[in-house]
């Protein structure tokens, strides 16, 4: 009896929380308003908005609501995005190309009802236009619309490309090719790859010179980037010329790994003059305990497969040589998600032919593009949702 009183109390409470929560029935877009439909009474106090920043977006968290079911807002694209966010916050994210502040309000007389003013540049199309029934121009606007959008998300996602060494710094020599010529072809090609897609990109070199380190990671904080990559090429001694090729990507780590510990000796070696030991440490110390570490590692591992995709579908046996983490110094002092790619050996004779391929250098190029923005769009869903 006692047992069966329990069950039914509880029977009744959730019954009673179940009902104390609102739901999300219905989303549509009328006169550049976002008209949002409760099943229950809106209750303003229980709607928080804020903004966030790179991009811009308007976030609005419904509190203590469902959405009825995962349908809605699905129409709206990218251009409105609508998830049940926590258990009873549903999240609606308006993005936008610049910050725009609206005032949201319930109309008079509707209780059920919530109206959200969108941003005017990405409000419905003209109704002239839509109420035109002709199928292809329908077509012809979406397309339109679905362009804009693309172009304008990354806008301001600003990516630093440092090719690496320069100068009187060669980098590694085989064949008597120079690294400091290969990376600065890539970097050109990965210039246009990420333009392309709609990136802003700043180039730490253009020509051949050289820079010293803390100008090529300040040059990323001056302009604010969201990502870093710096690009480089691999070299072993001769005795080993013939066995070791492949394409490998770092994050800033301190490893134990001997191998990552010898490829980052050589590649530190023209930018470490002058630095001593004691200063080095607390630089090292100081970036290995920030956050952007594991952003660094998704971001190598989004690139790094990508490399692989792009250049095994065209040629045969590249070696995967993964991801790792190394010291190098070019990363420190970087205070964003920075990688180092080693785009492949140019002390292995058939790989260093290669490389100078522009086919290959381009395969290179979209590989490292596609995973910056595989990268950076499932960080903003991160971020969203
Ligand atoms: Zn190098």
Redesign the pocket.
């Given at each position: 009896m006692k047992l069966l009183k329990i069950l039914f109390l509880l029977l009744l409470g959730s019954t009673f929380l179940f009902s104390s929560v609102n739901r999300l029935k219905k989303v549509d877009i009328v006169k550049g308003e976002l008209r949002l439909k409760f099943t229950g009474t809106c209750d303003k106090k229980q709607i928080k908005h804020f903004t966030l920043s790179k991009p811009y977006r308007r976030v609005f968290d419904l509190q203590n609501t469902r959405l009825s079911h995962n349908g809605i807002g699905k129409k709206f694209n990218t251009r409105v995005r609508i998830a049940q966010y926590k258990p009873n916050t549903v999240r609606i994210v308006i993005p936008h190309d610049k910050p725009y502040s609206c005032t949201p309000y319930k109309p008079l007389f509707t209780k059920t009802l919530y109206h959200i003013p969108l941003p005017k540049s990405s409000s419905v199309l003209p109704a002239k236009r839509y109420k035109k029934p002709k199928e292809k121009l329908k077509e012809k606007l979406k397309k339109r619309v679905k362009k804009v959008y693309t172009s304008r998300s990354h806008k301001y996602d600003l990516i630093v490309i440092d090719a690496?060494?320069g100068g009187h710094d060669s980098?590694?020599i085989g064949g008597g090719k120079r690294?400091k010529d290969l990376v600065l072809q890539i970097a050109k090609r990965l210039e246009k790859q990420l333009k392309k897609r709609g990136y802003p990109v700043y180039m730490t070199r253009k020509k051949d010179r050289f820079l010293k380190l803390h100008q090529r990671t300040k040059i990323a904080d001056k302009k604010n980037a969201v990502v870093f990559i710096s690009i480089?090429?691999n070299s072993v001694p001769k005795k080993k010329r013939h066995k070791i090729q492949g394409v490998e990507t770092f994050f800033l780590q301190k490893t134990r790994d001997a191998r990552s510990q010898r490829i980052a000796a050589r590649?530190n070696k023209s930018v470490l003059k002058g630095t001593n030991k004691l200063s080095r440490n607390v630089i090292l110390d100081s970036v290995l305990s920030g956050p952007k570490i594991v952003q660094s590692n998704k971001l190598a591992i989004d690139v790094q497969r990508r490399i692989m995709t792009n250049l095994r579908s065209r040629y045969k046996g590249v070696r995967d040589g993964g991801v790792r983490h190394a010291p190098f110094w070019v990363l420190v002092g970087a205070s964003r998600p920075s990688i180092l790619v080693e785009v492949g050996y140019i002390s292995h004779p058939k790989e260093r032919k290669r490389l100078f391929t522009p086919r290959y250098q381009e395969l290179i190029a979209k590989g490292i593009a596609e995973g910056v923005d595989n990268y950076l769009d499932n960080r903003k869903k991160e971020i969203d949702f």
């Open positions: 690496g060494h980098g590694a690294e480089h090429a590649e």
